[in-house]
């Protein structure tokens, strides 16, 4: 499987919205090879969010609704009033014709983020949030491939409890240089022993 993968420094000279949101997932989440500094995930997100892109929003609604370390404090209200505005944005981005496939694919992850947590006015449901992350996955989604192991086949939600399947997909993230992935495999075969 071929997996999506980001160098830092394009990001960084690129100046366009997705760049943004893909920056302060990287900073926010420890991905393509970065340390996390939420106060470098916030400038990014915020960056996105003054041009009114949707992925941005989502980014800080979700930062609203899970804190974002000690930059920014948990916001319910604010969170919601964001993932309920930013959804069908989300959805006009993935239709729109002119956007890039790999945009997309992030896109369509967040709405699968949208049925697994339940957030804005979705009703929380793993089976569609499974079908969607699993969509991404085989598209090389790096973090939807972490999913599947971490969460999706590895707890039972949205789909059988699949151990061989979990490791995987564990295991690809991991190989693929996902720090959570890494740590978690870690944590894992330990507990294994």
């Known amino acids: 499987m071929k997996v999506i993968k980001f160098n830092l420094d394009d990001l960084l000279n690129q100046n366009t919205d997705f760049s943004y949101y893909l920056l302060g997932r990287s900073y926010d989440l420890e991905e393509n090879g970065v340390l996390q ?34 930059v920014l404090s948990i916001d319910k209200g604010k969170a919601k009033e964001l993932l309920i505005n930013t ?13 890039d496939e790999i945009e997309k694919v ?31 996955a085989d598209k090389g989604h790096i973090a939807a491939i972490y999913d599947l192991g971490a969460n999706f086949y590895y707890n039972g939600r ?32 330990k507990v294994k022993k």
């Open 87 to 99: 959804y069908p944005k989300i959805l006009e981005l993935i239709n729109n014709p002119d956007v």
């Open 37 to 70: 500094d939420y106060s470098k995930a916030l400038y990014y997100y915020h960056k996105g969010f003054e041009n009114g892109y949707p992925l941005c929003t989502y980014s800080l609604g979700i930062s609203y609704e899970l804190g974002l370390g000690n």
């Open 158 to 189: 949205g789909t059988d409890v699949n151990y061989e399947l979990a490791d995987y997909y564990l295991n690809l993230a991991k190989e693929n240089g996902l720090k959570r992935a890494i740590d978690l495999y870690e944590t894992r075969n």
């Open 106 to 136: 992030y896109a369509k992850f967040v709405i699968g983020a949208y049925y697994y947590f339940g957030l804005g006015k979705i009703e929380q449901d793993y089976n569609k949030a499974f079908e969607i992350i699993k969509e991404c």
